[in-house]
C-alpha cells in the first residue's frame, strides 16, 4: 500500500513540475529556459480576419501549430507556432493566394512577442523571396487585429530570380499605411 502511494505522490510530482515547463506566448526569449514549452493559451490570433484596402480583399486564415521543436544555438525548446495563410483578392478576382499551401509550405510564421506585445511574424516572401520581412499582428480586441507589415528591401535580378517576369514582382501584402485593422469573419 505504502508502495502504491508512493508512486501515485511521485506521478502527482511528475504532472505538476511538467506543467510549471510551460509558459506564455508573451514570455521574453531571454527568459526562455532549456526545454520549456511557450504555449499559446488563448487562442487570441486563431481564425479567419479580414480587411478592404483600397480595390483589395485580404482574408488572413490563422492557425496554430502546438509543440513544434525549435532548435537554436544558446537553447532549444518547444512553441506553438502560429501560422497565415492569405488570400488577396482585388475586384472579387484572386490575386494572390496561400490557402491551398500545406503546413511545410506556409511562408509567414510566428516568431514571439515584440516589446509593444504584438507577436512578430517572419513572412519569407513572394516568388523568388520578394517582399520578405517582418509582420506585426497586435490584438486589439475580440475582433480585431492590427496589422504593420515592414518589407526588407530587396535588389532582385534576373540573374538572382531566373524565373523573374519582365513587367517585374509585386508585393500585395499591404504595407503601407501601417497599422491596418483586421475584422474576425
Not at 538572382?160 to 514582382?169: L, S, T
Amino acid at each position: 500500500m505504502k508502495n502504491k502511494a508512493f508512486l501515485y505522490l511521485l506521478i502527482s510530482l511528475f504532472s505538476i513540475s511538467c506543467k510549471a515547463q510551460q509558459y506564455p506566448l508573451s514570455i521574453k526569449y531571454s527568459q526562455i529556459p532549456n526545454n520549456a514549452y511557450i504555449k499559446d493559451m488563448n487562442n487570441e490570433y486563431i481564425g479567419t480576419w479580414k480587411c478592404s484596402f483600397g480595390n483589395k480583399e485580404i482574408f488572413l486564415y490563422i492557425t496554430k501549430q502546438e509543440d513544434r521543436l525549435i532548435k537554436l544555438i544558446s537553447k532549444s525548446y518547444h512553441s506553438d507556432v502560429l501560422l497565415i495563410k492569405y488570400e488577396i483578392l482585388s475586384n472579387n478576382q484572386i490575386i494572390e493566394s496561400t490557402k491551398n499551401f500545406t503546413i511545410d509550405k506556409i511562408n509567414i510564421t510566428s516568431m514571439g512577442k515584440s516589446k509593444n506585445n504584438s507577436v512578430v511574424f517572419n513572412y519569407e516572401g513572394g516568388k523568388c523571396h520578394v517582399g520578405n520581412g517582418l509582420i506585426y499582428l497586435k490584438y486589439v480586441d475580440l475582433t480585431h487585429l492590427k496589422w504593420n507589415f515592414r518589407p526588407d528591401s530587396v535588389m532582385l535580378t534576373n540573374i538572382n530570380c531566373p524565373d523573374y517576369p519582365a513587367g517585374g514582382i509585386k508585393i500585395n501584402l499591404p504595407y503601407e499605411p501601417s497599422d491596418i485593422i483586421f475584422t474576425k469573419q
